[in-house]
């Protein structure tokens, strides 16, 4: 069987992403690979609910065949479920488990089910190691990586704000296995191919160009295609990862998409996966940069919407039903962008495409690049 092994070498906290089918049949082999001791252990697995009766019971007997002690919980994958009372029944099941400090988590689900189970590890008597089973494209190829976990925070004056506490902590060890992907919708699997499509413009034309070579390929499902993509995407993430693990300065990049994509995400009158709005975030924040002076020479609004397009993916907010609440949409979505976790000193920071491979971070946007980016999308 063949795996492959991308270091994520971030300093103190070396760690890495296998990319294997089969994996989680053989996760006992794989985590010992890795160094991660499952004999005797402590080990509690956090769970999708959505998938604990397939993916989530052959990791549980995969774990046990190491030689564990093995226990799962259970989380919904919604986001208005994604806050504080999920990681305190976490908590109470580790407790209930006999996990201590020596114990292990693993998530096995999407990027909420990562997020939160790696904020519960993160805060468990005061953190304990963490793994890393991404069942969906998006966490496969983005939300496992990294070490960013969280929740949701209400906002004040209403509405959910996006993953606003939280914590960075890094996985042991990551393993993705494409042969899970066979359960996920369609719908699913695009929205991760939004991320792949953030990645290819943060990297380069050579990406984007494979991208759009392969877009109907992709949007299908195609699992040839999605073999080649999964750990290509993978790498840039860990690349960018590993050069700025705290989110100083060139990570912030990969909130490419996402100042306006989480500020629409949450609205209570769309119905948006998290990667349609990044996709649709994308769109504005590129407008944005279009409408910038000086900022850019080489429009991408155009090319990103074509891809898009091709890849069954959003690019505005036409068909949702936030039409109805016109022209509060707008003011409605500037007022929650105000609430990002980039912002410095009440200035909007968004993240502008130049080109292909040159992206950057803006502090202090004018209102009038954030308005044509909104009126792009509205
Ligand atoms: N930590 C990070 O760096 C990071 C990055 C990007 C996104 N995120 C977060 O990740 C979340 C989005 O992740 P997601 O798109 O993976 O969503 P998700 O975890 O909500 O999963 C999406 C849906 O797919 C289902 N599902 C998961 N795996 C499945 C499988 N193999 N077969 C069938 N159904 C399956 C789930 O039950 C759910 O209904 C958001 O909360 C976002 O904030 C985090």
């Given at each position: 069987m063949h795996?492959?092994?991308?270091?994520?070498?971030?300093?103190s906290h070396p760690t890495a992403l296998v990319v294997g089918e089969g994996l989680v049949a053989r996760l006992s082999d794989a985590f010992a690979?890795?160094?991660?001791?499952?004999?005797?252990?402590?080990?509690l697995i956090v769970v999708d609910e959505a998938i604990a009766s397939n993916h989530g019971a052959h990791a549980f007997d995969s774990i046990r065949a190491g030689g564990a002690h093995v226990a799962m919980a259970t989380v919904a994958a919604r986001e208005s479920e994604k806050t504080m009372p999920a990681i305190e029944r976490i908590w109470s099941a580790a407790l209930a488990h006999g996990l201590d400090r020596r114990g292990l988590m693993v998530a096995v689900g999407g990027g909420l089910t990562g997020d939160v189970a790696g904020f519960a590890a993160a805060t468990y008597m005061r953190g304990i190691d963490f793994v890393q089973i991404p069942t969906t494209l998006l966490a496969m190829v983005d939300a496992s990586i990294g070490g960013k976990t969280g929740v949701n925070l209400a906002l004040p004056g209403g509405g959910l704000g996006k993953n606003l506490a939280g914590s960075f902590w890094q996985p042991k060890a990551t393993f993705a296995d494409p042969e899970v992907l066979a359960t996920l919708s369609p719908r699913e699997l695009r929205s991760g191919l939004a991320e792949c499509v953030k990645h290819a413009v943060?990297?380069?034309e050579a990406r984007l160009s494979a991208m759009e070579r392969d877009a109907e390929l992709l949007a299908s499902g195609d699992r040839a295609a999605l073999a080649r993509l999964i750990p290509e995407s993978a790498a840039i993430k860990a690349r960018i990862v590993a050069a700025d693990p705290y989110e100083r300065g060139v990570r912030a990049t990969l909130n490419f998409g996402h100042t306006f994509g989480h500020a629409i995400e949450t609205l209570p009158e769309v119905?948006?996966?998290h990667g349609e709005a990044v996709a649709i975030g994308m769109v504005a924040a590129s407008a944005a940069a279009e409408a910038w002076p000086g900022c850019t020479s080489v429009p991408m609004t155009a090319r990103l919407c074509k891809l898009l397009t091709r890849l069954s993916l959003p690019t505005s907010l036409s068909g949702t039903r936030v039409g109805a609440i016109l022209p509060s949409a707008h003011l409605e979505i500037r007022r929650r962008m105000g609430f990002d976790k980039k912002n410095?000193?009440?200035?909007?920071?968004?993240?502008?495409?130049?080109?292909?491979?040159?992206?950057f971070v803006a502090a202090n946007a004018p209102e009038a690049a954030v308005d044509a980016g909104l009126r792009a999308i509205l």
């Open positions: 795996d492959t092994r991308i270091p994520i070498d971030i300093p690979r890795e160094g991660i001791a499952l004999s005797n252990r402590r080990v943060l990297d380069g119905d948006l996966l410095e000193g009440g200035g909007l920071r968004l993240i502008l495409p130049r080109a292909a491979g040159d992206v």
